[in-house]
């Protein structure tokens, strides 16, 4: 079963504003990553944030951590048309499953020029 | 980064043969491989993890006699598709992980079962 919620399903934006993606899970976890995937092809791995960290940044990403509310946002600055893509967030959960993703539905990105 | 490749890319067979996608690590070496399932405009969702020496295990509702996973050595392993149905055409993913927290997705592999 999947273990997160993303909204939105879908956003269309234009080039140079900002994207916003939210994704919401059930149970504890490790950490928790988002990916991107182009259409038909594998998944690119963008940034982890840990359990105990609360944001963290890379380039034009921005992702914040609220373990308390179950959550984490994924902000891409000045969007770029080759940022059009599927996100999906995907949490590692604790005890003895290292590695053993659980992937949100995932919010497809749809950037103008 | 880390390279992980699969073979083949797409494949097409019939109903009723089965069909072999090998995961590789090519740059590290890997004891842990995982392998997902992504039918379209859909999520991913884990089917099973691949350990090198040791059986797989399957996530709930996954067919361990269908989907046969071995894991020969610490660059490789293969997914095999028995008796594939239509309903076994998707897209095949695998990953493997390098450190505790990292691992490294394959570029999938497209089946179609006619």
């Known amino acids: 079963s999947q273990q997160g919620e993303e909204d939105p399903q879908a956003l269309s934006i234009q080039e140079g504003e900002n994207a916003t993606m939210n994704c919401s899970y059930k149970?504890?976890?490790?950490?928790l990553q988002w990916y991107r995937q182009n259409s038909g092809r594998g998944l690119v791995h963008l940034i982890l944030?840990?359990?105990?960290?609360r944001e963290k940044h890379s380039g034009r990403l921005r992702v914040t951590l609220d373990t308390s509310k179950k959550s984490s946002s994924l902000l891409i600055t000045a969007s770029r048309a080759a940022d059009t893509a599927s996100y999906f967030c995907?949490?590692?959960?604790?005890?003895?499953?290292?590695?053993?993703?659980?992937f949100g539905a995932g919010t497809q990105v749809v950037v103008t020029p | 980064g880390a390279v992980v490749s699969q073979h083949p890319s797409r494949v097409i067979c019939k109903s009723g043969t089965s069909v072999k996608i090998e995961c590789r690590s090519l740059?590290?070496?890997?004891?842990?491989m995982f392998w997902y399932r992504q039918f379209p405009k859909q999520s991913l969702m884990l089917m099973a993890t691949?350990?090198?020496?040791?059986?797989?295990?399957?996530e709930q509702g996954v067919e361990k006699d269908k989907f046969l996973i071995n894991h020969a050595s610490l660059t490789l392993s293969t997914l095999t598709v028995t008796s594939a149905h239509p309903e076994d055409s998707s897209f095949y993913i695998c990953?493997?992980?390098?450190?505790?927290?990292?691992?490294?997705f394959g570029p999938g592999t497209r089946l179609t079962v006619t």
């Open positions: 995907a949490t590692d959960k604790r005890a003895d499953s290292w590695g053993k993703l659980q």
């Open positions: 691949s350990n090198e020496g040791s059986k797989a295990t399957y």
């Open positions: 740059d590290f070496q890997a004891t842990t």
């Open positions: 149970t504890s976890i490790n950490n």
């Open positions: 990953s493997a992980r390098r450190t505790r927290d990292e691992q490294y």
């Open positions: 944030i840990r359990s105990n960290e």
